[in-house]
T-cell receptor, first 113, second 112 residues
Framework: DVKVTQSSRYLVKRTGEKVFLECVQDMDHENMFWYRQDPGLGLRLIYFSYDVKMKEKGDIPEGYSVSREKKERFSLILESASTNQTSMYLC????????????FGPGTRLLVL | GEDVEQSLFLSVREGDSSVINCTYTDSSSTYLYWYKQEPGAGLQLLTYIFSNMDMKQDQRLTVLLNKKDKHLSLRIADTQTGDSAIYFCAGTSGGSNYKLTFGKGTLLTVNP
């Protein structure tokens, strides 16, 4: 079974702090994704990566950066957290090819005070 | 880019059929997907349909695709309380095979 793990289920940070969200997958997937999920807005793609050190902006990259130094790990970085980044963050991974079957982690609920 | 719309809420009685509807704009989506999210969990892929198919059945799940109207539906037969969840439809966008655009999700509530 594919397993996607996220470093924290719940996180509380203060405005202006630098925040790291970590995601690890154990199935040698090429593609990894970061989404945020907000009530009434569904899932929105922040960034994705199709290979080590490769990244592409999604629909809402502002205020975020990512790092993929190893194939199994994809990190989301909030350089200076703001209250409007309070959200549920979901990581996913997929094998290159079709159909696009994305496997999701359990999510990190981030509260920025 | 792709825009995916679905109704936000659906309430059914246990044992009834549920039908969740979705419309999309990007006709180049090769596959269309249904994901399920249970409370406190990430999403899991339920099923998908290739764009040149009209229907796909998988046990209690039936997916119908009307390409002309860009309409996708998910029917759950004999709905159980364990089916209570948020259901998302998704399609690929911008010619990419791996960049999915999700609808806002339909919250299915199954009443005993």
């Amino acid at each position: 079974d594919v397993k996607v793990t996220q470093s924290s289920r719940y996180l509380v940070k203060r405005t202006g702090e630098k925040v790291f969200l970590e995601c690890v997958q154990d199935m040698d997937h090429e593609n990894m994704f970061w989404y945020r999920q907000d009530p009434g807005l569904g899932l929105r793609l922040i960034y994705f990566s199709y290979d080590v050190k490769m990244k592409e902006k999604g629909d809402i990259p502002e205020g975020y950066s990512v790092s993929r130094e190893k194939k199994e790990r994809f990190s989301l970085i909030l350089e200076s957290a703001s209250t409007n980044q309070t959200s549920m963050y979901l990581c996913a991974s997929s094998l290159a090819g079709v159909p696009e079957t994305q496997y999701f982690g359990p999510g990190t609920r981030l509260l920025v005070l | 880019g792709e825009d995916v719309e679905q109704s936000l809420f659906l309430s059914v009685r246990e044992g009834d059929s549920s039908v969740i509807n979705c419309t999309y704009t990007d006709s180049s989506s090769t596959y269309l997907y249904w994901y399920k999210q249970e409370p406190g969990a990430g999403l899991q892929l339920l099923t998908y349909i290739f764009s040149n198919m009209d229907m796909k059945q998988d046990q209690r799940l039936t997916v119908l695709l009307n390409k002309k109207d860009k309409h996708l539906s998910l029917r759950i037969a004999d709905t159980q309380t364990g089916d209570s969840a948020i259901y998302f439809c998704a399609g690929t966008s911008g010619g990419s095979n791996y960049k999915l655009t999700f609808g806002k999700g339909t919250l299915l509530t199954v009443n005993p």
